[in-house]
Structures are given as structure tokens and as C-alpha cells.
């Protein structure tokens, strides 16, 4: 039976130099790890059977209307330009518009090389396909903008990094796949009628109401602004922000050697690629507002220098980080009681942050046991959290319901590193007993079940560092 889904895609009828058609490789014996049935549900999907599902989602069968290519981007890399990136190992199926009325891209990820893999084997292995996995439905839960993942499929062959690992097949789900380097590709190369286009297409699908290139960059700019804060107020690190990894739609893209912090730490970085911590926790407004510097400088290439568009991109990113601070600031105020923020509150949040760094609190704990009673017991120096929680105290007085603001921004379980590698590590052995339990807890992460899952690593099991998800 060939798998169906109600694909409308808008994507393959742009020009031909924004992609490249190829099919997915199919693979020795594909197995389906996970399928996200809710998901499914709301795309349109037709039911199917777990072999079905395996040969389309492994890439051994093209469902009907699937109309698959590779996408062409650039993109600087830690701060570097690459002309010429790509999907080097995605390949999109086609879209379809969800029952929410939202036009969403399926896409193969592990699929199999491309014009774009530069040498690369177009694979992935299965660690960072069940970890992508976990931690982008977690932070969906989590309500953050973020790509869905909707199936793992193991391919039953072997691929090779430093040693032969089991190949992995993640579909993903996304908003649309275009990125900061998706113009940056165009404006590089001075190509600017597709710049034009692809700046139609972007503003049409995601923005409507954007008025014109300056109009996006205002919009692309807010979003991404959220999504930081967002991340932030979470503890989580991306680990790889080069502008091929920031989404036009703001949602959260390639999860790489990303992590939620255990204890807190401002400079805290897990990439064991990123050797300068370009990309560590409190960088990451700064790079943000970089990228959109980026974007900025790739959309005015298509603009009259009669439009003062220089002058006007350049007020639109100097206005991004007042952006971040106040999406920060609403964040960490609700994630310590307080509805409606005030501009000195900032000075209270940092004062708690300050404690926790210094004492090495855990940064989830600590935050949600604040609407408990027992809050002194995250802190090292019980004394000096006396003395803020005192502040602290006065300046919720005044709030009609602290503890129901608090209870709804301070999760009690994130992907903890240490359970994300030890889930990997059962999978490896074909146990995937571990990743189905996370998955489902991860799912209510503001319920106190499986209390096993909110303790902090011991010594023994900290993960000093993650990995490129190559
Ligand atoms: P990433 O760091 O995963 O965002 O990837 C950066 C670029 O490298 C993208 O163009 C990817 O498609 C490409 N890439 C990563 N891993 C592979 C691989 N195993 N084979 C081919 N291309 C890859
Ligand atoms: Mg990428």
C-alpha cells in the first residue's frame, strides 16, 4: 500500500535554482522506532500500518504527491561566510496544510546524500535522531515555537563517524524550512529576482501582513527575539546559532549539540565544536540580533538606495535587543510570580540568578520550587537566599496569584542531558523502553510525575558536552 497525505506543495513550483529534485536513498531494512500519531492526526495523514509507515518515513516508498527536493542555503557558519550550504542530508517530501489551517513542510532527515552534502554521507545516526526527537516535542509541550518531530525509522545499516554507529532516519515537521541563509544565498550571489521572490513567498507564508522586505525583517525580527527569551527562560543552549540554523518563522530549527542546563551557569556552553562559547547561554541575544544584522543585510540587496533602506534595516535590528530584554523580562518576572513586569524587577531576577550561579543551583529545581515551601533547600548559602527571598516577597505581595503565574512558567521536567544519554544508550542496545518514558513525561512538563526525572545529575553522570548531530 503506498502511504498518502494530502500534499499541496508550494515550495517545489518556486524557480528551479532554489532546489534540487532528488529522492530519499532507501535503506537495508527500515524499522520504525517512534511515530507521533497526534501529530499525524492533525496533518491529515492517512492511518497506516508500522511497516508503511517504516518504508515511507525510512525513505524506501514516496507517498503519493510528494513532490521531494533538497533545498539550496548558505549561511555563516560561527561567524565565517559559506557560500554554499543546503539540505546536505534532509530532503523535503512536500507540505500540507494542517487542520489548524497552518502550511507545514514533512521532511526526511538521514535520507541519503545530495547535490548539497559536500562530501558528507547524507545519513544520521540513531543518537542524534531520537534526540532531536525528545527534546523537539519537549519543547513544543513547553510551548515554544519549535519544528515537530513526527517519525524515527532505523535503516538497519551501519554508518560510520569515529566508529560504525546505527543509522537513523528523523521526519521532522516544520513551519517551513526557510532560513536566515535561504536569502543570504541569493543576495551572495546578487541573484536578485529570486531574492524578490523568495522574500514574496516568505512574507505570503508567514507574514501576510508584512508590508515589503523592511516589513519581513520587523517580523522575523520579533519572532526571533520571543524565541530567545523563550529559550532563555528555560535554560536551554542551542549550540550551533549560524544563520542556516535561524528560522524565518521563528520556530526552533537543527537540533544539534543543543542542552537545557542543570545548574545554572550565564556562560555555560555544551557544543564540543564550539571551543570560543560564541554560542553559550547569555551570548545567545547577541548572536541573535547578529543574525538578523544578517538577514538585514541580504534583504536590502533587492531595495532602491532611494528608499533609505539602510537607515531603516539598521533601526529595525538596533531595535531588536530592547526587543529581547522586554520578552526576557515578562518571562523571568512570571517565572518568579509577578503577571505584569516592572522595569526594575529586572534588577531582582538578575540578583537571583546571581545566587543560583554562584551556588550552583539547579536552574529548573530552583525556579519551580519557589511556589513551594521549601525553596531555601536549592541554595547553598540559605542566609543569602533569605535576604532576596525577603525582597522578593514585599514585591509579590502586591500580585493577585503568585504561585498559579509561577506554576505555569517554571516547568518541572526538561530533557535533562544525562537522561537524553542514557535514553541513546538503551536505544543503541534496542531498548527503547527509556525514550518512550521520557517522551511521555517530557509531554506534561509542568506535572510533578516521575519524580526520578526532575533530579539533577550526580557527579558520575554530568555530560560535560554534546555532540554535532552528524
Ligand atoms: P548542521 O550543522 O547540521 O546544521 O549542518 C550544516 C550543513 O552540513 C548542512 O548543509 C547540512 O546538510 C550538512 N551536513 C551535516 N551533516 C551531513 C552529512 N552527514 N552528510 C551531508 N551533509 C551534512
Ligand atoms: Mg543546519
Known amino acids: 500500500m503506498t502511504f498518502s497525505a494530502p500534499f499541496d506543495n508550494s515550495f517545489a513550483a518556486l524557480p528551479a535554482g532554489f532546489y534540487t529534485r532528488i529522492t530519499p536513498t532507501p535503506v537495508a531494512d527500515p524499522k520504525l522506532l517512534a511515530f507521533n500519531d497526534s501529530l499525524a492526526k492533525t496533518l491529515g495523514l492517512a492511518d497506516a500500518g508500522a511497516d508503511d509507515l517504516a518504508f515511507t518515513f ?21 561567524g565565517n561566510y559559506n557560500p554554499q550550504l543546503g539540505d546536505g542530508r534532509a530532503i523535503l517530501l512536500g507540505e500540507v496544510v494542517d487542520s489548524d489551517g497552518n502550511r507545514r513542510d514533512i521532511q526526511l532527515k538521514g535520507s541519503g546524500p545530495t547535490p548539497y552534502s559536500r562530501g558528507g554521507d547524507g545519513r544520521a545516526w540513531l543518537g542524534p535522531v531520537l534526540r532531536e526527537y525528545v527534546v523537539s516535542e519537549a519543547m513544543h509541550a513547553l510551548g515554544i515555537p519549535t519544528t515537530r518531530a513526527l517519525a524515527a525509522v532505523a535503516t538497519g545499516e551501519d554508518i560510520y563517524r569515529e566508529t560504525a554507529l546505527p543509522g537513523a532516519v528523523l521526519t521532522r515537521v516544520a513551519s517551513s524550512h526557510l532560513r536566515v541563509g535561504t536569502f543570504q544565498v541569493f543576495a551572495h550571489r546578487g541573484e536578485v529576482e529570486n531574492l524578490r521572490t523568495l522574500t514574496d513567498y516568505a512574507i505570503k507564508r508567514h507574514y501576510p501582513q508584512a508590508d515589503g522586505p523592511m516589513g519581513l525583517l520587523r517580523a522575523v525580527c520579533a519572532a526571533q527575539a520571543d524565541l530567545i527569551a523563550a529559550w532563555m527562560s528555560v535554560g536551554f543552549i542551542h549550540g550551533v546559532m549560524n544563520t542556516d540554523n535561524c528560522s524565518i518563522s521563528g520556530e526552533t530549527i537543527d537540533y544539534g549539540p543543543c542542552a537545557f542546563m542543570d545548574a545554572f551557569h550565564a556562560n555555560r556552553v555544551f557544543s564540543s565544536i564550539d571551543r570560543q562559547g560564541r554560542y553559550a547561554f547569555s551570548n545567545q541575544p547577541q548572536i541573535a540580533v547578529w543574525n538578523m544584522a544578517q538577514l538585514a543585510t541580504a534583504l536590502i540587496q533587492q531595495m532602491d538606495v532611494a528608499d533609505d533602506a539602510i537607515a531603516e534595516a539598521t533601526e529595525i535590528v538596533h531595535a531588536m535587543p530592547g526587543l529581547i530584554e522586554a520578552a526576557w523580562l515578562k ?21 537571583l540568578l546571581a545566587l543560583m550561579q554562584r551556588d550552583g543551583a539547579d536552574f529548573t529545581n530552583a525556579f519551580h520550587a519557589l511556589s513551594g515551601d521549601a525553596a531555601q533547600d536549592q541554595f547553598a548559602d540559605r542566609d543569602a537566599f533569605a535576604v ?17 503565574v509561577m506554576q505555569a512558567a517554571n516547568p518541572a521536567i526538561i530533557p535533562r542531558n544525562h537522561r537524553i544519554e542514557h535514553m541513546i544508550q538503551a536505544a543503541v542496545a534496542g531498548d527503547m523502553a527509556p525514550f518512550d518514558r521520557l517522551l511521555k513525561a517530557l509531554a506534561t512538563p509542568f506535572e510533578t510525575t516521575d519524580a526520578d526525572l526532575h533530579t539533577p545529575p550526580t557527579e558520575q553522570e554530568i555530560v560535560p558536552a554534546t555532540f554535532c548531530g552528524t
Do not use: M, V
Open 58 to 78: 525510512g525513505g524506501n516508498e514516496l507517498p503519493q504527491g510528494a513532490d521531494p527536493l533538497a533545498q539550496l542555503y548558505a549561511g555563516h557558519q560561527f
Open 331 to 351: 518571562r523571568f518576572a512570571a517565572k518568579i510570580g509577578i503577571a505584569k513586569a516592572e522595569p526594575d524587577d529586572a534588577a531582582l531576577i538578575e540578583d
Open 388 to 404: 532576596w527571598q525577603s525582597k522578593w516577597l514585599a514585591r509579590i505581595a502586591s500580585e493577585p496569584d503568585p504561585k498559579a
